[in-house]
């Protein structure tokens, strides 16, 4: 089992900044892949990035430039640095986390944090 928490979120004006923070426990051994994915009122849940073990990053053509994924493996902890932020970028943030099981990849998600932009 793996748990996930995201911390972080809150209200920044357009332009601004925020870092939301992800921590997994448990059986994080088995991690093998730590994403973002966000949904706004009235829209699909979307990936916004996610992280490997080897610290590959992959995002969303809507945040590149903007958005900064890390990981300290160490702590089993994922960032999201959100910079430029935009009234579009308002949502719920949800951490993920992919473990490696043999029967296939299982997702574990966090609560969600809500990230608002004010313009």
């Known amino acids: 089992q793996v748990q996930v928490v995201e911390s972080g979120g809150g209200l920044v004006q357009a332009g601004g900044s925020l870092r939301l923070t992800c921590a997994a426990s448990?059986?994080?051994?088995?991690?093998?892949?730590m994403g973002w994915y966000r949904q706004a009122p009235g829209k699909q849940r979307e990936l916004v990035g996610y992280?490997?073990?080897?610290?590959?990053?992959k995002y969303a053509d809507s945040v590149k430039g903007r958005f900064t994924i890390s990981r300290d493996t160490s702590k089993s902890t994922a960032y999201l640095q959100m910079n430029s932020l935009s009234p579009e970028d308002t949502a719920v943030y949800y951490c993920?986390?992919?473990?490696?099981?043999?029967?296939?990849?299982?997702?574990?998600w966090g609560q969600g944090t809500q990230v608002t932009v004010s313009s």
């Open positions: 993920n986390a992919r473990e490696a099981r043999m029967s296939g990849p299982y997702d574990y």
């Open positions: 448990g059986s994080i051994a088995s991690i093998i892949v």
């Open positions: 992280i490997t073990g080897d610290g590959s990053t």
